[in-house]
């Protein structure tokens, strides 16, 4: 069974930074693409950053410029570094990974930017 564990939220100052860590517990290769979604308190998930097997990189457009995606292949591990954070990127931020027969989720972490 697939593991993915989140860690790095927290409470940050309006442009401040974070990252975010999403550690899987099998091969990131067996993935088509590994994922960052966040949800807003009373709002839909939405997707923020995804890198695929072949490291293309994909962004919402609110969050441009401002993070990155990356990956470790020998620690199993994604990233989502965050920079200039705003109060709109608060949020419970979701690592999600998929193949062709199943996706998986992590547990979330909360990401609070608040002065």
């Known amino acids: 069974q697939v593991q993915l564990v989140e860690s790095g939220g927290g409470l940050v100052q309006p442009g401040g930074s974070l990252r975010l860590s999403c550690a899987c517990s099998g091969n990131i290769f067996v993935f088509n693409a590994v994922a960052w979604y966040r949800q807003a308190s009373g709002q839909q998930r939405e997707l923020v950053a995804s890198?695929?097997?072949?490291?293309?990189?994909n962004y919402a457009y609110s969050v441009k410029g401002r993070f990155a995606i990356s990956r470790d292949i020998g620690k199993n591990t994604v990233y989502l570094q965050m920079n200039s954070l705003k109060h709109e990127d608060t949020a419970v931020y979701f690592c999600d990974a998929d193949t062709f027969t199943a996706e998986y989720w992590g547990q979330g972490t909360q990401v609070t930017v608040s002065s």
């Open positions: 890198i695929s097997r072949g490291r293309s990189t």
